[in-house]
């Protein structure tokens, strides 16, 4: 018998029910098909919503357009003259289909159809005779028979009738439009007038039907820049970023900001939105997918003018480039304040006749003993607008470094000590001298002036030492030979003039103060100690020290830091503290933004990454702080940020063609010697709301509308160059206006004030205006003028100064001016210089230039009255004289004399010139036309001698 439980009989596998499994596995496919799905459809394509919107945005837009386009028809303005043009029309139309215009209309229509057969055929026959003369010709090149050239001079006697017989039949042609145009004249200009009022509300109607109708499918906009391998999908969440006009100011549905400057010349289908905005352009998943702000993602958006820095990799030029300006003026700071001093930058330091700060081998020489240490402690404490930053030196490694310099300068001269005493004539002497040798076109010499081209020189007689201040200005370049100072040409007296008035005017009773203790400037122990800190720094980055030639660079190469990975950057004990500012929690969140906070950081303060760590004093941070502001820190990040490892396919490169090269290196040395502080080479240009671009200058602004002189003709406004107009606010589109020269400002000023002339007549007195330069002086000339200037106007207040100029500069400054023109550069042939030509006109009109001579001297015009020939100098004031006319045949071209001589006032506005030649003057001298008799004078200028 047996004992315990009873097994329970399992259940066989048919017999089991494994509904339960399959309905929790159903819903689970269910769930995740559905997912599937949800994800697919929306979670993965946001851009379809984005379309959506915008389609749906440009849809009211349109209904907007619409309904304003109708409101505007509807009033009762528009109405009242619709209602006139209509009655207007139907006067017109009636008075067209009277019998009588309608017979001869019907009439011209078949006069026209005949006409126009006749010209037709005339013109077949014509190719015909064409191809049978070149058949003939040829067989008679060949022959060389007598009846063949015959048939030929036949042949083109009747083709040339021919050709006449089609010019009589073209203008009758022409003459029986013109009077079908006179016959419905009428009827066109007021059906013209009545859709001009009915135009706007067909238009818009059109445009709403179209978005009704014809609704863009929704689709990935992609497009592949095959030379990189990327391909771009920003269009397909940015939709309207290429349009004309915005649907809306709200992102992603805004047209790009100034498109026609950036997509006009960056068209997305070429070069996508990736080149110069980054992301991570493929991804269409998510906002910040796409953006590439996502976890180490190299390559983040860049945002608004931030993009700026993608320009720099394909103009990476001399050019500036529009709509880069922030960018530009980073990478105009970064060369100013001489960063590749101390880093290496491609692009930087390449000019061996440029320097960063001046040679220090002459500086016992040329400074007070006593001011020296002041200044390597705190440069801008005695002069604020300097680019020397500060090395946050103490007082004595300052006095160490000076010390250094002392010791290793050149000896002292033997007269460095004497001190200039000016009467009180003499310092008013120095006091004109300043002015009129045009010093203030560089420098300023009131404290707290703005930065100009050249220092400050507010507190010279704190820092110079007399003697060297006069040598200095006498020749600067024996001083300093890659100094951009000019030579003025002044002798030993003038020039003691000016620096005893420029010492006089800026010195402060302590500054004579010689009971200063300098016996450290010749302590051995500290110029050794001043050597090491002078290596430490990098002094002899940006200055010529004796002693420290050949020294490498003591920064880190800055080339590519716009690609440097950001563990490569040292953000000590305050990354957290950092990246929190710029709204990051760790740098992979944003590599780019993280950099970028890295740079800013480093430029407010260069060495707060030693904060709270301990390091021996020679590994601490040595980069100075240059004092920068929130505006040149933005500029600098930008433009750091654009300096990147990569070199792009040369499709996508910016290459200029040859004249855009000569010109932008023109503007590079205008800036290296300050040209533009003396002379203009541009015009005011105003924008009106027609499309009218007017040239010239401003000379009365007010609050509405300016008063502007027009420089160039205009036919489209009606107006002449020398004529002064007013211009009303609500008309101007835009305006830009050229920086105005201060020292020209100075000059006209003081002639009003002092001399009691009035404005115009006082721009005598200023350096002349270059802008159309090109098209009146020679290039040979100007190179030379430039390479060996002298009084070409001795009646200027300030005179131009010798540049010594490189072969290579002065080859650059003459080709710009004539290539900004459209001139031909650098060689151009003048042929109203050699023999021959002359010789021909003489055989064509005995006397000619003999006649020339004959009106030249005469009183009808008297050109020697006012301008030098050669040593003759004209009588009366110098504020009246013009320039020498021996120059005319090596300085001027001949085509700019003619228009100079027909009318002065058309390139020069103002000028005291008259215009001499109308018609019916000078008919005793020169028979014929002004064009001609200027011919002959300009023939006569290009072949006068002494």
Known sequence: METGKVRKKEKREEEKSYSAAFAVVSFILAAVALWAVVNEVVDRRPWKKYQKKFYQLEYEKAGEEYTKSVAIFESPEVQKKYTEAKENLKHAQDAFIAPAVQKEYQNL?????????????LKFLSVVARNKISEKEYLYGKTQNEQLKEEIAALEKENEERAMKRKVAENRLALIRTRQGELKKDVITYTNELDSYTSGVAYSKNKLNKFKTARTGLQVYQTYLEDINI???????????????????EQPYASHPDRQLYLGNHPPEKFGCVLCHEGQSSATSGVKKAHG?????????YRGVVAQASCIRCHNGVREVKGAEVLWEGKKLFGELGCYGCHDTEGFGEYKDRIIGPGLRNIKNKVKPGWLTDWIRDPKAFRPTTRMPDFKLSEEESRAIAAYLWQHADNAEDDNDEIIRLTGEEYERGDFLFEQTGCLACHSYEEGAERTFAPNLAKTGAKMRDMYLVEWILNPKSKEPLTRMPNFRIDDVNARLIAGYLIGKTKQPSDDDETKNIEWLTDKNKARTGEALIKRYGCFGCHEIKGMEGLGKIGAELSDIGSKHIPLFDFGLLEKKILGEAGLKHYTENIGEARRAWLQAKLQHPRQFDEGKYKKPEDRLK???FRLSVEQIKALVIFLSGLRDEKLPEKYVA?????????????MIINKYNCSGCHQFDLDRIYLNDGIELSGMVKIEEDDGVYFQLMEDNERYGHKAGEVVFI?????????????????NRIIAYHVEEIGIMPEEARVFVPPLLYGEGKKVQCEWTFAFLKEPFDLRPWLDVKMPSFDMSTEDATKLAIFLAAKDGEQYPYEYIEETKKGYIEKKELAFPGYLEAAKKLFESENVHCLQCHIRGSKMPEGEPADWAPDLMLAKTRLKPEWIKKWLLDPQSIQPGTKMPKFFREGEFQEYIPGTPEEQVEVMKDFLMNLWE
């Open 623 to 625: 980069m100075p702080d």
């Open 655 to 667: 290459s200029l063609s040859e004249r855009q090269k000569v010109i932008a290196e023109g503007r």
């Open 231 to 249: 391909v771009d999908r920003c269009m397909s969440c940015h939709p309207g970023i290429d349009k004309p006009e915005s649907v809306s100011e």
């Open 109 to 121: 229509l078949t006069e026209e159809k005949r006409a126009g057969q006749e010209v037709e055929s």
């Open 728 to 744: 009303a606010a609500e008309d101007v589109v835009k305006q830009d206006r050229v920086t105005e020269i201060e020292l020209a």
């Open 293 to 301: 702000e996502v976890e180490y993602w190299l390559t983040p958006i």
